[in-house]
Structure formats: structure tokens, C-alpha cells
């Protein structure tokens, strides 16, 4: 997906590139139409490479959705009363350790919906998980104590999902962004899988924790 962005990127650019060579031509016959006709057309392609190039950074960490997909397999073990640790083993065999507080294991993610016009560039559903935390079963515990929550995404430079709130300009682009949030029971020793679909997150207990 991200290539796929980079080559329409490259492609607008070279087109623009052509342009701007007509309009240089063009001015030295002092003909000031053509002039300015091939002037906003290589504006036009620069612009649309640059918002191609800069969705391309901005996508970086979202993954391409057109099913129900595996996000995390996430083991779950007790450390005390209301404390427990949530290793979560990644797709792309990374793995991260939390220590969280609270009743429940929660999980949230991010995902944008693309328009047709978007497909066309090779750009479908996706989505990102955003955030993990422990959750308190009783409302009273989760005001009144420790709160722990910690960051599932990758650092980058720019962040489709915030691109969208403050960029009118991406609106034919995109159909729809939105939050979406999972949880489970935290009160024991347990294994399973964060899945994600275009109608967002759940969590299901593995196979293996299924056949116990």
C-alpha cells in the first residue's frame, strides 16, 4: 500500500516536472495562455504529489483491512489484586510487555475507512492499535484509582488518523474514520486473540485456551 502511494507520488511529480518544462518553453515564445495553462497544471501535479507522498508517510503503522484479521495474541497473568501483565505478541513477531492496574484488559485502535476514488490508488480500510490499558469492572474503582494505559502505535512523523481531523482536503478521500475498543477479563492466567474487522476490534480466547 505504502509503494503503491510512492509510485503515484513519483509519477505526479514527473508529470508536474514535464509541465513546468512546457511552461518555461512556453514563456520564451511569450505566449501567456500557454503559459499559464501549463503553470497550473504543473502546480496541480505537485500538489497531488505531495498529498500522495505525505499520506504515504502518514500511513506508516496501518495495516490494509478486508477481513477479520489477527491484530495481537495478547497472554494475561495476575500479578497481585487488580494488577496483572499483558504480553502481546505482534504480527510481525515483535513482542511488548505492560503492567497494568484494573479488572480488564482493554485494547483500542484507529481505523479509516477509504472512499472508491482511493481505492483506485490502492488504498483500502485500515487500521492501527492505538492504545492498552487496564480497565475497572466497578465505575467507583476506575475514578478513584491507579489509571494505567500505554501506547500500541509506532512512532512516526506524521499520523493519517490526525491528518484527517485537521485537513479538510482529505475529506474525498475518505469515507469515515473512527475509534474502536475491545475488553476482557483480567482475573486470571489467559490467552487471546485481539481481532480486528471494517466494524472494529474484539477479543476471542485462543484455541488453545478454548480446549482447557
Known amino acids: 500500500m505504502q509503494s503503491n502511494l510512492l509510485i503515484v507520488a513519483i509519477l505526479f511529480a514527473f508529470i508536474g516536472l514535464i509541465f513546468l518544462i512546457i511552461t518555461i518553453v512556453v514563456l520564451k515564445k511569450r505566449k501567456l495562455l500557454g ?26 503503522g496501518y495495516h490494509a483491512l478486508t477481513r477479520e484479521e489477527l491484530a495481537a495474541i495478547v497472554k494475561v497473568e495476575p500479578t497481585g489484586e487488580q494488577k496483572f501483565t499483558a504480553r502481546f505478541f505482534m504480527p510481525d513477531g515483535s513482542e511488548k510487555v505492560f503492567f497494568l492496574a484494573g479488572d480488564q484488559l482493554y485494547v483500542d485502535a484507529h481505523i479509516i ?6 481505492n483506485i490508488f490502492g488504498l483500502h480500510t ?12 466497578i465505575l467507583n474503582d476506575e475514578i478513584t484509582k491507579v489509571r494505567t494505559v500505554h501506547s500500541l502505535s509506532k512512532e512516526k512523523p506524521l499520523d493519517l488518523y490526525d491528518l484527517r481531523r485537521r485537513f479538510a482536503i482529505l475529506n474525498p478521500l475518505l469515507d469515515a474514520e473512527y475509534g474502536s475498543a475491545t475488553f476482557t477479563d483480567s ?3 489467559g490467552e487471546f486473540m ?4 471494517t466494524t472494529g476490534l474484539l477479543i476471542r480466547k485462543t484455541e488453545k485456551e478454548t480446549g482447557q
Open 113 to 118: 475507512k477509504w472512499k472508491p476514488l482511493a
Open 194 to 197: 485481539v481481532m480486528v474487522s
Open 187 to 189: 482475573n486470571g492466567i
Open 35 to 60: 503559459t499559464v495553462m501549463s503553470f497550473v497544471i504543473a502546480l496541480l501535479m505537485f500538489s497531488l504529489s505531495a498529498l500522495f507522498g505525505t499520506i504515504s508517510i502518514a500511513i506508516q
Open 126 to 137: 485500515s487500521y492501527e492499535l492505538d492504545r492498552v490499558g487496564g480497565r475497572y469492572a
